[in-house]
């Protein structure tokens, strides 16, 4: 089993930067894909970005790329995703997700993710 659990939401005005984190605890292992998805009221759960545990190769939604940056840290078994210039659209809960099978893909469906974290509140105010 693997549990996550997501930090780092607020209210930011436009054009700020957050940090999500997303510890990772439980059983891991190697090739892992790890994603991040946000949910806005009366909206579908969308990608945003998904990183390789092994590999390092990220991928980004359109609507973030060169905004968002994701990364892990090996010793803290953690995840991050740094947000510049943020914009009010950006608001939404943020939800951190594993795939449990070994993969070489970045999947951009919520369907191909098997464990999520309890999500984080992100507000952007105009």
């Known amino acids: 089993q693997v549990q996550l659990v997501e930090s780092g939401g607020g209210l930011v005005q436009a054009g700020g930067s957050l940090r999500l984190s997303c510890e990772v605890s439980g059983r891991t292992f190697s090739n892992n894909i790890m994603a991040w998805f946000r949910q806005a009221p009366g909206k579908e759960r969308e990608f945003v970005s998904g990183?390789?545990?092994?590999?390092?190769?990220?991928n980004y939604a359109d609507s973030v790329k060169d905004r968002f940056t994701i990364s892990r840290d090996d010793a803290r078994n953690t995840v991050y995703l740094q947000m510049s210039n943020l914009k009010p659209e950006d608001t939404a809960v943020y939800y951190c997700a594993a795939r449990g099978t070994i993969s070489w893909f970045i999947f951009r469906s919520t369907q191909d993710y098997h464990y999520w974290g309890q999500g984080t509140q992100v507000t952007v105010s105009s």
């Open positions: 990183i390789s545990w092994t590999s390092g190769h990220t």
